[in-house]
């Protein structure tokens, strides 16, 4: 985090919001889609432009996970881990895997405790909630992914209350199955698809200054340079918490999947991580480049990616 980050109180508290770990040196971490048909003039049809997004032949998921601790920072408080698990058998299992970034705030030690007993936390519980019984061909104890994110989360807070009083985390997690993606999230960390030159944000920042600009009490521009921009209105190490964002998403073939700290989204713009990955294609390059931008462009908070290639 930036500063030592205070948690605030919801300023409308009555709303709703809706094992592969990368390279050793981390600290240096569907069916594809149809065409649509467009009318001609002549009153034949034809198919629209093909994606020019480079060509990915591999049949499986390809990963990579990257963390730095950034020009300013002499410690890391982010965290990261990556779970990926493959079959190749007559039963044709889809890949599964289990990503997740934290970003711990408190004291300098506080802060990077929180987010590794988060990390871990969530992982651990979410291979035993959904990988493992994936592995059973048991249709009638198929886990419910959604709730077992839901939990798995509120699991990880608890451990950070019980073993880190003092500090705090964001957390977020995302399950693959096949082309299917299941989002957890709490704080300001994100996860993004990016697709035909496109960058999605899937997760939504629990800060102060988002929520004064959802009530429209913020415009576009002043949200960057807010002096409460790196405040939290919920975060892990919360007792009150609640609340967890949960969502789901297919993935679209030849796309990717980005989880990232705030190090890394508050230093390089959505253009340029569409820039990067149309650039590089293997996700060990992907992670390295977008650290190297976000330090040249200042560094000021610890960085960390993971990036996950969806095969066309």
């Not at 992982?123 to 798995?152: F, G």
Request: aromatic residues 6%.
């Amino acid at each position: 985090m930036n500063v030592f980050r205070r948690l605030r109180k919801h300023p409308d508290s009555d709303s709703t919001l809706q094992g592969y770990t990368g390279d050793a040196a981390g600290d240096t971490k569907g069916k594809p889609d149809t065409a649509p048909l467009k009318l001609n003039v002549e009153g034949t049809t034809r198919p629209l432009p093909t994606d020019d997004t480079p060509a990915y032949t591999s049949d499986h998921l390809s990963f990579a996970q990257a963390s730095d601790t950034g020009v300013v920072r002499t410690n890391n408080q982010d965290a990261a881990a990556s779970f990926f698990a493959t079959l190749s058998s007559a039963e044709n299992r889809p890949d599964f895997g289990i990503f997740a970034i934290a970003d711990g705030m408190g004291g300098h030690h506080d802060g990077e405790k929180a987010s590794a007993i988060a990390a871990r936390t969530v992982v651990a519980e979410l291979t035993r909630r959904v990988y493992l019984p994936l592995l059973s061909m048991d249709d009638d104890q198929r886990p419910q992914i959604t709730e077992a994110i839901n939990d798995a989360i509120l699991l990880a807070n608890d451990a950070v209350i019980n073993q880190v009083p003092e500090g705090g985390t964001t957390l977020t997690v995302c399950i693959v199955v096949g082309d299917f993606a299941y989002f957890g999230h709490v704080g300001d960390s994100r996860a993004y698809i990016i697709h035909q030159g496109q960058a999605e944000q899937i997760t939504r920042d629990h800060s102060y200054v988002q929520r004064l600009y959802e009530l429209g009490n913020l415009d576009s521009n002043e949200l960057s340079n807010h002096p409460q921009k790196n405040v939290l209105y919920r975060a892990l190490g919360q007792p009150e918490m609640q609340e967890v964002d949960v969502s789901w998403r297919r993935l679209p073939a030849n796309s990717a999947l980005l989880l990232c700290s705030d190090g890394l989204w508050g230093q390089v713009r959505d253009n340029d991580l569409v820039k990067t990955l149309a650039a590089h294609i293997e996700p060990p390059n992907v992670c390295r480049e977008l650290i190297a931008q976000a330090n040249l462009n200042g560094g000021i908070d610890n960085v960390t990616v993971i990036l996950v290639r969806i095969p066309g």
